[in-house]
């Protein structure tokens, strides 16, 4: 397959894929036109967002080989829309599209402040969110509203609402139920849930790739090389400023990837996360930047500018933000001999320690106690988990500051589930290093770790346990399927 993609920027790109879907939702495109919807898992992390947007880029009119068509990047954020709040919510993004976009070569017209302002129309003008998508499909009668749509799905493999049929790899999205999407591609580097049709029932060349990686744009990246959708023609030469139409596009894109594939990594040096498709990516990716001279970043300073955004974007939220920023849910089945009931298992990762949340929470651990009963309640669930990764700052002991981990779970309800998460404890307390909590990062004195520890570590009025997590290389993706596995296996 040759690499004949057009030489538009990302921003031209984005605003064709946008058009596309507003005419699809207008009915002026008959079905075998209509758009893939390329879409991230609903955690909407850095990772999900721009493997949606990258694999999306270069798919666009070019896949499937038989008959091309639209890829739209949709966005899995259901309450918000694109515009201000979707840049104070995931200001890291707009920081690594503002660092990408922003050149002496930018087309007229494109370019744009990271400002609320100048980088909110941005967005309201360039992306569509889940709740872009449900608001654009109220403006139209009853009779319009359901819809069949495909999709290519990028940082996860199963749909949150699967077909009630049970048919694989089909289902719909949280707040938009009359949509009914079809899979027919997938990239992603998460245990596989087994939802995805076959290979065989896919048309020709779509993607479906599970496997590990410590980064979902890595594999995308390796998956768009394999399909000769992106060609490595580096040569070694800086290019000329009479050459740099097509490859400034590349090197937007390729800059884009590369802050998923650093945050994720750790600018590739979590080596417990670090694969062999996250170094082949980067090799990829790094000579297409560098060859254009506006487009060129220094990797760590790179690293660090998204990073410390995405560290800082949370002084602007508020305690239930904080845990739906990056959250996650599953529902498994306990065992017939338990009753069978659905459980709704809730994951909610920070970047913040739980002093630093409970300290949001007006300093009192009972007010962060009573966030997280409420977001329980407007997620349903039964099991809420709390998983924190932060840097803490250098002890006596340590020559430079270190990666720590907390662990909080909370049966609100209370019920069978609690049998099923002391299993869990037992079990993964060993391989996860759980420890006794104590503050990490900061300095509340002894009656501050008491009254932390005392109110998140109790049996009353719900089930409740806080630890801290030494082996920090568990993160969700592998503490995720121990406590699922725990409530399904409940004896």
């Not at 070019?62 to 954020?77: Q, W």
């Not at 087309?107 to 609320?116: L, N």
């Not at 790899?169 to 076959?198: A, M, Q, R, Y």
Request: glycine share 6%.
């Amino acid at each position: 397959m040759s690499c004949n993609h057009s030489s538009r920027s990302l921003l031209q790109f984005l605003k064709q894929a946008r058009h596309a879907h507003l005419q699809f939702i207008s009915g002026a495109l008959p079905r075998a036109d209509s758009p893939i919807y390329v879409v991230g898992n609903p955690s909407v992390d850095l990772d999900s967002m721009i493997s949606a947007i990258v694999y999306a880029y270069f798919a666009h009119n070019r896949l499937p080989l038989d008959y091309p068509r639209p890829h739209v990047p949709l966005i899995n954020l259901s309450n918000v829309p694109s515009g201000p709040e979707l840049r104070r919510l995931r200001p890291e993004f707009v920081k690594a599209l503002w660092h990408c976009t922003n050149n002496p070569f930018a087309s007229e017209g494109e370019g744009w402040d990271d400002t609320p302002e100048s980088a909110g129309k941005m967005l309201h003008d360039h992306i569509i969110t889940v709740e872009d998508f449900a608001k654009h499909l109220q403006q139209l009668n009853e009779a319009q509203l359901r819809r069949d749509a495909d999709a290519t799905l990028v940082d996860w493999n199963a749909l949150t609402i699967q077909s009630s049929d049970g048919q694989r790899g089909k289902g719909s999205l949280n707040d938009l139920p009359t949509v009914d999407f079809s899979v027919v591609g997938c990239i992603d580097h998460h245990v596989n849930e087994d939802f995805l049709p076959s290979a065989e029932s896919l048309p020709a060349h779509q993607p479906l790739v599970v496997q590990p990686a410590g980064s979902c744009t890595s594999l995308v990246v390796n998956t768009l090389e394999s399909l000769g959708l992106w060609q490595n023609n580096h040569t070694g030469d800086p290019l000329s400023q009479k050459d740099a139409g097509k490859p400034i596009q590349e090197a937007q894109v390729a800059k884009l990837a590369l802050a998923a594939i650093l945050i994720d990594t750790s600018n590739l040096t979590d080596k417990s996360k670090v694969t062999e498709s996250d170094t082949n990516a980067v090799s990829f990716l790094q000579p297409k930047i560098d060859s254009f001279p506006f487009i060129e970043c220094n990797q760590e300073t790179y690293y660090n500018q998204v990073f410390t955004t995405k560290q800082n974007s949370l002084d602007l939220l508020t305690v239930h933000e904080i845990l739906g920023r990056d959250f996650k849910c599953w529902t498994e089945n306990l065992p017939q001999s338990k009753g069978g009931k659905p459980v709704n298992i809730g994951f909610c990762s920070t970047v913040k320690s739980i002093p630093w949340i409970v300290q949001k929470a007006d300093g009192n651990p009972q007010s962060f106690l009573d966030s997280l009963y409420a977001f329980s309640t407007d997620q349903e669930l039964d099991i809420a988990v709390v998983m924190t990764a932060f840097t803490c700052p250098a002890g006596d002991n340590d020559s430079k500051d270190r990666f720590c981990r907390e662990l909080l779970i909370c049966a609100p309800h209370g019920g069978p589930v609690i049998e099923a998460l002391e299993s869990f404890v037992a079990q993964a307390a060993s391989k996860l290093g759980l420890e006794d909590w104590v503050s990490l990062d900061i300095d509340l004195g002894t009656d501050g770790n008491q009254a932390v520890k005392s109110t998140l570590n109790n049996d009353a009025p719900a089930w409740k346990r806080v630890w801290v997590q030494t082996n920090v290389t568990q993160s969700r993706k592998q503490v995720a399927p121990l406590l699922r596995g725990a409530v399904s296996a409940c004896e």
